[in-house]
T-cell receptor, first 112, second 115 residues
Framework: KNQVEQSPQSLIILEGKNCTLQ??????????LRWYKQDTGRGPVSLTI?????NTKSNGRYTATLDADTKQSSLHITASQLSDSASYIC???????????FGKGTRLHILP | DGGITQSPKYLFRKEGQNVTLSCEQN?????MYWYRQDPGQGLRLIYY???????QKGDIAEGYSVSREKKESFPLTVTSAQKNPTAFYLC??????????????FGQGTRLTVV
C-alpha cells in the first residue's frame, strides 16, 4: 500500500531555532515530492517541489532534501520565525494514474 | 490578481439539505480538484476534473457531486447522502493533471458545519 508518513506529529521550538521535519514514503515509482505549508484555516501553499532525480531544493529559509534510496525527505527550517507556526504537509505524486498521496502533516509551533 | 477563490469561507447546513461550495480560478488551468480535510488526517480527494465537461471520482466521492461547465469553475455539491459532511473543503487547480513539476494551487478553503 502506498503510504506517506510524517514525523513528528507536532513540534514546539523557540523562535530563532532550527528544526527538521521528516517524511518517509513507500510510494513507488513517483514523479514529484512536494512540501506545503498550511496555516490554520487556510489552504496549503507550496514550498518546494522535487522530482525523483533531485536531492535538494531551497526556498528562502526552507530547504527540502530527498533521498530516493532510503525513501526519505526532510524539510529543514532555519532561524524560525513566529509566522512559521503552521502545519507542514508532505505530498507524493505517483507516476501513474494521476494519483497523489498526502501525509497527515506535522504541526509546528514557534514560541517567542 | 490571478488565483483560486473559494466561497463561502464558512457554511452551515441543516441535516438533509444539499449545499454547493464554489471554486473559481482565473489561472487558465485545465485541471481542478476537490479535497476534504478532517482533523488529524491527510487531504482526501473527492473529485477531479482534467478538462471542461469531464470529471472523475476520487477516493471519497460518495455523497458528493460536481460539474465542470466552464474552465474557470468547479462547484462541489454536498448532498444529503453524505453522512458526515462536517469538514474543511479545499479546492485546487493545476495547469494539467499531476505530471512532473506541475504546481498545484489551493484555495483558502470552506469550512462546512452541519447543524
Amino acid at each position: 500500500k502506498n503510504q506517506v508518513e510524517q514525523s513528528p506529529q507536532s513540534l514546539i521550538i523557540l523562535e530563532g531555532k532550527n528544526c527538521t521535519l521528516q517524511c518517509n514514503y513507500t510510494v513507488s515509482p513517483f514523479s514529484n515530492l512536494r512540501w506545503y505549508k498550511q496555516d490554520t484555516g487556510r489552504g496549503p501553499v507550496s514550498l518546494t517541489i522535487m522530482t525523483f532525480s533531485e536531492n535538494t531544493k531551497s526556498n528562502g529559509r526552507y530547504t527540502a532534501t530527498l533521498d530516493a534510496d532510503t525513501k526519505q525527505s526532510s524539510l529543514h527550517i532555519t532561524a524560525s520565525q513566529l509566522s512559521d507556526s503552521a502545519s507542514y504537509i508532505c505530498v507524493v505524486d505517483l507516476n501513474r494514474d494521476d494519483k497523489i498521496i498526502f501525509g497527515k502533516g506535522t504541526r509546528l509551533h514557534i514560541l517567542p | 490578481d490571478g488565483g483560486i477563490t473559494q466561497s463561502p469561507k464558512y457554511l452551515f447546513r441543516k441535516e438533509g439539505q444539499n449545499v454547493t461550495l464554489s471554486c473559481e480560478q482565473n489561472l487558465n488551468h485545465d485541471a481542478m480538484y476537490w479535497y476534504r480535510q478532517d482533523p488529524g488526517q491527510g487531504l482526501r480527494l473527492i473529485y477531479y476534473s482534467q478538462i471542461v465537461n469531464d470529471f472523475q471520482k476520487g477516493d471519497i466521492a460518495e455523497g458528493y457531486s460536481v460539474s465542470r461547465e466552464k474552465k474557470e469553475s468547479f462547484p462541489l455539491t454536498v448532498t444529503s447522502a453524505q453522512k458526515n459532511p462536517t469538514a474543511f473543503y479545499l479546492c485546487a487547480s493545476s495547469i494539467t493533471a499531476y505530471v512532473q513539476n506541475t504546481e498545484a494551487f489551493f484555495g483558502q478553503g470552506t469550512r462546512l458545519t452541519v447543524v
